[in-house]
């Protein structure tokens, strides 16, 4: 599949919901990727099945806060930069660039890259969203290591890591990165298609173009996009999508914190949630949705606040007092909810005391309706004690 | 001149007097340094005439907080981890090593490595004291590129760091190291035996053994340790040392920020400064001396604090309410009192509103009773005007 620029701009939608309100705001990105790929021509996407085992894949991605991106537009160059001095550090060619984040800015990220170097793009990721650390990957989880990785600041300044394990990785590149003016651009995990094929999270920016397809489908049918939204994530290796509250946002609190956006937003609800109250805890990315005190949703499903009139996704740094939304859930795909995954980014890593609740077990009735994947409901069966 | 484990002895007295209060205590590393060469044998210590142009030539030391020192000692591989990285980045074999810090612990680092890698040390360094940041060498000063450089932690991580400028590295490379724990071990300024040549301060690592030893003299003599450490700056580069107060510690106040141990000490003069208070600041060095509200000694010449009965410094992290302590000051060399050199470590840099105040100018009577080299008798007919 060759990706246009048209196709971009469904992406970035896609991405955006998929961003779970963090992530970066795709706009930027496209902007970049667009550029790209006015300069250079269009990028191919290859699906897992075409990546050869002994192919020299390189992730690429930003890394910080991205309420710094809004303020601060990057050159373009930094990822080139890193992937060039990665090259060089292995004494390899790369052969292919993936994302190693669907969701948010970094779903543009390889398209920059690619572009000019004139590489494809694998379909394809380390966690099917966005998430805030460089070990928050399925690359990680399966026994990938995430270096020797680099980063690249736009001055020119390069730092290349080689560390005993990855969650260094993502201290040592996390200070780096706040000392580089508050983000950076990284090549991690380099890996062989082999490594790539057994750990990635399959199909998903063909997820991201999809999910914005259907918002543009909507809009041009004048027919509801957040239904749009939830009915396009049917038949998905993700699960079906439920709208889990209808609300205004009455309060909305960040700060940034060791290159980190943390925060809390208040929904009131309206509609037939009128009189009930949801709260939504982020860094960086949504994690935890509480209505009325009860958890309904929990990382690493998706939570995330769309507008209910056109179905775009609000990033929590855009997130504003008096703002009607509706707040949506997606499953997150099975890969992501092995018993060592919930280890790294379930609700317990970011500080919470709570199990992670699939979405399927907090609505039933739903899922019973709309059923889920083979593979989930097994998932279902498996997790029926609560200690998780 | 081979160095033994008794020229360690004299070397760790002598490199803690021009540590200025910092430096972290030679004790740890002079222990490192024994056991290296009583492993591997004495190490050569080559003088710059020595030196050949091509030789390759990498100053190593310890990086990080020296109030973390005293409490986990180093296990002594992390250098040697560096060393071989570097060597392996550049694709070169290392021909010698040198100081970056003559003073403090850094006295000792090369010699760990040394040892083991059966190498020269060169009797030259980057400032002929000790001092903050990566930046503040004369190596820095004279356009030798601090990058690459390599730092290595107890666990076998390694960052390798290509910066565009040497702050960028200051900056990186201290910001990794808080996240290693507090300290790391540092290869930087890799660079040809000709660059060596020019940009060193000479000499520095033989004025700490000789300033030992004179201590060490005092000792078996029952003679003055205090003067005997004066006495033994005479002929030296550097030039006089002077008694600048006597006193008794009333307050000491320190704290541990981004990876340095800032302070005040506040002494109580006692004998010929009875009536008296001298406040010393720091930042891991001693900074500025006043003497009732008058700067009496300010960076870079060298402010240390001796025990009157040993003739010991004692390092800041040592200081304790109640100590009897000498203050003395020691002109700093000639190379250290550029004008380039002052804008990177002069009194201004490290936020004083002060223009740099060498010994000389503050107590002409002593200098000229004592003398002062030629060079420096230049220097201060050319800085007569107040504005420096």
Not at 38 to 63: K, N, Q, T, Y
Not at 182 to 210: C, F, W
Not at 325 to 333: F, K, R, S
Request: proline share 5%; aromatic share 6%; net charge negative.
């Amino acid at each position: 599949m060759r990706i246009t620029e048209q196709d971009l701009e469904a992406l970035s939608i896609g991405a955006a919901i998929l961003g779970t309100g963090g992530g970066g705001d795709p706009l930027i990105g496209k902007l970049m990727a667009q550029q790209a790929i006015r300069e250079h021509g269009p990028v191919e996407l290859i699906s897992l099945d075409e990546v050869e085992r002994d192919d020299v894949v390189f992730p690429v991605a930003m890394m910080g806060a991205p309420t710094v991106f809004l303020e601060k537009v990057p050159a373009g160059e930094e990822g080139y930069l890193a992937v060039r001095r990665m090259e060089r550090h292995l004494g390899k060619s790369v052969t292919a660039l993936c994302p190693i984040e669907c969701g948010g800015m970094n779903s543009m990220i390889p398209f920059v890259v690619a572009a000019r170097m004139g590489l494809p793009v694998v379909d394809g990721d380390g966690m099917g969203r966005a998430f805030p650390e460089l070990q928050m990957e399925t690359f990680h989880i399966l026994g990938v290591s995430g270096t020797p990785a680099c980063i690249a600041d736009e001055w020119g300044n390069v730092v290349l890591f080689e560390t005993v394990d990855n969650f260094r990785l993502e201290s040592f590149a996390r200070a780096c990165t706040v000392k580089m003016g508050g983000y950076s651009h990284l090549v991690d995990y380099p890996m062989t298609g082999e490594q790539m094929k057994n750990t990635a999270v399959r199909g998903t920016v063909t997820m991201g173009i999809q999910l914005g397809r259907a918002v543009q489908a909507a809009h041009r049918n004048h027919s509801n996009p957040v239904d749009a939204v939830l009915a396009a994530t049917r038949d998905t290796i993700y699960g079906h999508g439920i709208a889990l509250f209808r609300g205004k946002v009455v309060d909305i609190s960040r700060r940034t914190s060791d290159g980190f956006a943390i925060g809390q937003a208040r929904l009131q609800g309206f509609e037939e949630d009128a009189g009930k109250t949801m709260v939504i805890d982020f860094q960086n990315e949504n994690l935890i949705a509480k209505v009325d005190g009860q958890v309904v949703a929990s990382v690493p499903d998706l939570i995330t606040l769309l507008d209910p009139d056109t179905g775009h996704a609000i990033t929590n740094e855009r997130l504003r007092y008096g703002q009607r939304v509706v707040a949506i859930g997606i499953p997150t795909p099975e890969i992501m909810r092995s018993e060592a995954a919930l280890a790294v980014w379930g609700p317990k890593h970011f500080g919470y005391d709570i199990p992670f609740v699939p979405l399927e077990r907090a609505y039933p009735a739903f899922y019973q309706q709309v059923g889920v994947p083979n593979e989930k409901e097994k998932y279902l069966l498996q997790s029926s004690d609560a200690s998780r």
